[in-house]
T-cell receptor, first 115, second 108 residues
Framework: DTGVSQNPRHKITKRGQNVTFRCDPISEHNRLYWYRQTLGQGPEFLTYFQNEAQLEKSRLLSDRFSAERPKGSFSTLEIQRTEQGDSAMYLC?????????????FGSGTRLTVV | KNEVEQSPQNLTAQEGEFITINCSYSVGISALHWLQQHPGGGIVSLFMLSSGKKKHGRLIATINIQEKHSSLHITASHPRDSAVYICAVRWGNYQLIWGAGTKLIIKP
């Protein structure tokens, strides 16, 4: 296992189209997180899963955003009816739950450009 | 006031210099992370600290829980160290609160 994998690396889409990103975490990690990062800003938390359960969603995640982790392994993040403001880097991270002593492994991100 | 503040925002130094990046936070935390982000966007986790000091190669990270302060040091800096360094604190069970990052440029 070489780390957290995200696909695609880059996505350019027209406004109004739907896009879907995929994240493959480290196989033994039971937690998976999605973050969004816009230019010049730190990443913003979007949502996280523990196994297949989506335990928390940020208020940043509008109704156009949906995330799934159907078998507790890979996750998808879908954005419907994309808007130019959705242009950002979408980062996925995974971790183990071992009390408070766990670290995060990040993917390389998917850069979305909405034109 | 941001809950996590980093300084400096930008730092340019010559190769070989000793680098210090500071992070102060105002919330109670369970751990603090130092991360490195390269221009392509990928983020690498450097350290996770809940107390004391950690060292990995030329990188050293310290944390003072009482003072709510952490520092990241780079010894014998090299141009390949050029990146954005981000301090993030873990608040609660999963939330990371991120600093704005420090853009480091090491000139040969």
């Amino acid at each position: 296992d070489t780390g957290v994998s995200q696909n695609p690396r880059h996505k350019i889409t027209k406004r109004g189209q739907n896009v879907t990103f995929r994240c493959d975490p480290i196989s033994e990690h039971n937690r998976l997180y999605w973050y969004r990062q816009t230019l010049g800003q730190g990443p913003e938390f979007l949502t996280y899963f523990q196994n297949e359960a989506q335990l928390e969603k940020s208020r940043l995640l509008s109704d156009r955003f949906s995330a799934e982790r159907p078998k507790g392994s890979f996750s998808t993040l879908e954005i419907q009816r994309t808007e130019q403001g959705d242009s950002a880097m979408y980062l996925c991270a995974s971790s183990l739950t071992q009390g408070f002593n766990y670290g995060y492994t990040f993917g390389s991100g998917t850069r979305l450009t909405v034109v | 006031k941001n809950e996590v503040e980093q300084s400096p925002q930008n730092l340019t130094a010559q190769e070989g210099e000793f680098i210090t990046i500071n992070c102060s936070y105002s919330v109670g935390i369970s751990a603090l992370h130092w991360l490195q982000q390269h221009p392509g966007g990928g983020i690498v986790s450097l350290f996770m600290l809940s107390s004391g000091k950690k060292k990995h190669g030329r990188l050293i990270a310290t944390i003072n829980i009482q003072e709510k302060h952490s520092s990241l040091h780079i010894t014998a800096s090299h141009p390949r160290d050029s990146a954005v360094y981000i301090c993030a604190v873990r608040w609660g069970n999963y939330q990371l609160i991120w600093g704005a990052g420090t853009k480091l440029i090491i000139k040969p």
